[in-house]
């Protein structure tokens, strides 16, 4: 790296990152086949939130390959907006939703407050920063 751009972190997404995740993604699915989980057939199609931006690997790793392995269906927001996003999750009936500790904090916060249901949601990620004390 450049001695003027050492400041400037960032995180390289190459061909070999991106193929690396996908075939350990399948290698886990086959290990979990051999002991013992069986895919779940039937039943509505899985459904996940891509609130994340795809320039962001939790956005193109996290909710966008990780469907095409999984084969869900992925519904896409414009920006974050949690009172959009509880709507999303009831009228699609989301089964997974991936987001930084302050982006699940106010989609809880806002679902309680206006007693929305989220009872379609089967897995909610998270990474990137712990929550803050007053959430």
Known sequence: MPPARR???RAVSTHRN???ALLSWE????????AG????VGGPQPAALLSIPLFHVSGLHVSL???FRAQRRLV???????AQAVEIIEREKITGFNGPP?????????ARREGR??????????????????R
Do not use: H
């Not at 896409?76 to 949690?82: A, E, F, I, N, V």
């Not at 249901?117 to 920063?129: N, T």
């Open 65 to 67: 390959l990780q469907s």
């Open 76 to 82: 896409c927001m414009y920006k974050w907006d949690p």
């Open 18 to 20: 991106i193929l690396s």
């Open 102 to 110: 302050a982006v699940t904090g106010d989609l809880v916060e806002i």
């Open 37 to 40: 989980f069986a895919p779940v």
């Open 117 to 134: 249901d989220l009872s379609s949601l089967i897995a909610v990620g998270g990474g990137g920063a712990s929550r803050a004390r007053n």
């Open 7 to 9: 400041g400037i972190r």
């Open 27 to 34: 290698l886990d699915a086959q290990a979990g086949m051999l």
